[in-house]
């Protein structure tokens, strides 16, 4: 064959790989949105318009901005409702607001699906007040006054003049007057401003602004404000954690941080785009994935509507809702005709479960040495399709779906429910070293619980039958894996296999320093698990003893 025939046939092949490629149908998820703004009631859907109608006869100076994010409303829910603790609601509300209830700090519970759709769908909140989560949040000096401010922080702690070092020299100034600056220097809106950091720190003020706080470490901060709570995450001291990312960043007194906090907020926030209450909460500003639903201020989905009403209040008490005010509001591809509130909970999560773990790996199989498919984050839900369904290099492996319906293993370990529940399955569990079971179990029962055949139950030299009950400091040999394991019944602090009084009397005499608990011993009597050996532990073991409360894992 010569040269130009072989190059012929290599172009041939060329261009019939690239016809094949192009021809060949890929499912793949849009990875990048097309998002434009459209000004004008003529340019929202028509499930929005009439309403958004009655709102400008009232107020002819208002306008309104659509915001079509390109995203599909599916799409949205199923990105929101795929990370435990994203979406929160406060725990005290009644029973339609409760999904699942693990992980949850400070009085509040995950959000249902049905009550997350109805709180993010912009159409059930076009009315007078409703409408002000989406009012744009950058700073309108002619419209947004100091009295203004004042009418916000009225009832709270911030309603006096503060004391202050600026340049060298004292300064006195009322905190209205420090959050007008702050809106001027960081572009952002003051009623904002004044409206965040009550929700934040409350109307009488928290530790994180009171100048003075002694953590429970010991550690004591002098001199730290933290008006936002930036870095105030749940991961041991809350408070502590904001005064460290204070002092991390010199605020050292309330003009410092409520200016530098505010340009913080507004450079990560309405200065990016996310320019209003809504957008704070539901992060669908952005052209791709990466860019959107995680970059989110609040986990409260009640707090958008909570802004709104102060927003509402503040204009209307200062007769500022005659002036020209601009409302953005985001619009989804193929919405729903409308999402109700919900009055009972209305969707099945017992396969719900959220990886309780950093940087778990999903196995093709269920093996260590398993090629992985993916890698999953902390607080991800995933659905559950066979708990423990093999045993293998001293774990128990289950069987999970993920959002994007890729299959396999992780460690079962790793895996909590959604719903907070103690199935069967969870009557026993591996950690570390131990094995976990609540009282009561036999020694053929925990062979069914965590999926395996080949092994065998020591209390000290003496082989357990099937019929004993398992006791704190047996030992179980997992045959199989040649890995050897301590049990460690809750409540059973003695280790006599029972969980009775005598129980309750081990805790308290060890909580009062009339006992030392090895290792083991403190982990069974931790019966609430919740790294301590307390007198609540003793309650819990006198409950259980009289049949008022079951030990759980």
Request: charged share 15%; hydrophobic share 35%; glycine share 6%.
């Amino acid at each position: 064959m010569t040269r130009n025939r072989k190059m012929v046939l290599a172009i041939f092949i060329c261009i019939i790989l690239i016809l094949q490629l192009i021809c060949i149908p890929h499912n793949v998820e849009a990875s990048t949105y097309t998002q434009t703004k459209r000004t004008g009631i003529s340019n929202f859907p028509e499930s929005y318009q009439a309403k958004l109608k009655e709102l400008q006869s009232l107020y002819p100076n208002w306008t309104f901005t659509a915001y079509y994010t390109g995203i599909t409303w599916n799409e949205f829910i199923n990105q929101e409702m795929s990370v435990h603790t994203r979406n929160v609601v406060i725990s005290s509300n009644p029973l339609w607001l409760d999904s699942c209830n693990l992980g949850i700090k400070g009085g509040y519970k995950c959000a249902s699906k049905s009550i997350l759709e109805y709180y993010s769908d912009p159409r059930n909140f076009l009315d007078e007040s409703g409408i002000f989560q989406f009012l744009e949040m950058t700073y309108n000096s002619s419209s947004q006054t100091e009295a203004g401010v004042k009418s916000i922080i009225a009832s709270t702690f911030m309603n006096k003049e503060v004391t202050f070092p600026l340049n060298g020299v004292n300064t006195t100034m009322h905190y209205s007057k420090i959050i007008m600056e702050a809106a001027r220097e960081s572009k952002m809106s003051p009623y904002s401003i004044a409206i965040k950091i009550r929700q934040e720190v409350g109307n009488n003020g928290s530790n994180s602004v009171s100048g003075h706080y002694e953590s429970p470490n010991g550690t004591v901060y002098d001199g730290y404000y933290n008006f936002f709570n930036y870095g105030a995450n749940d991961t041991g001291d809350p408070i502590t954690n904001g005064l460290e990312y204070a002092k991390n960043h010199g605020w050292t007194n309330p003009y410092i941080a409520i200016i530098e906090g505010s340009k913080t907020m507004a450079n990560n926030y309405t200065n990016a785009g996310q320019n209003t209450a809504y957008f704070y909460k539901w992060d669908v500003v952005g052209n791709e994935t990466s860019q959107l639903f995680s970059h989110q201020y609040m986990t409260n989905i009640q707090d958008p509507s909570s802004q709104a009403k102060s927003l509402f209040n503040t204009y209307a008490s200062n007769s500022l809702l005659v002036t020209p005010l601009n409302f953005i509001i985001p619009v989804y591809d193929a919405m729903p005709n409308a999402n109700n509130l919900p009055t009972t909970i209305d969707e099945d999560l017992s396969t719900s479960y959220y990886i309780n773990g950093t940087g778990v790996r999903l196995r093709a199989t269920p093996s260590t040495s398993a090629s992985i498919l993916a890698t999953l984050s902390k607080n991800e839900v995933v659905t559950l399709l066979q708990w423990n369904s093999a045993t293998a290099n001293g774990y128990q492996w289950s069987k999970i779906q993920l959002s994007n319906g890729t299959v396999g293993y992780v460690a079962s370990q790793y895996l909590v429910s959604c719903r907070g529940e103690t199935n069967a399955e969870t009557q026993a569990k591996i950690e570390g070293d131990y094995v976990k079971a609540t009282p009561g179990i036999t020694v053929k029962k925990i062979g069914e619980l965590l999926k395996t055949t080949n092994y065998e139950i020591y209390s000290g030299q003496t082989k357990l039958q099937d019929t004993s009950n398992l006791a704190t400091g047996n030992i179980l040999k997992d045959i199989t894996n040649n890995k050897q394991y301590t049990i460690v019944v809750l409540g059973d602090a003695n280790g006599d296999g029972k969980v009775t009084p005598a129980d309750s009397t081990v805790i308290l005499r060890a909580y009062v320093g009339l006992k030392e608990l090895n290792t083991i011993e403190n982990l069974a009597a931790d019966v609430n698990i919740d790294g301590k050996t307390t007198p609540s532990d003793s309650t819990v073991v006198l409950r259980s003893y009289v049949g008022l409360t079951n030990i759980k894992l």
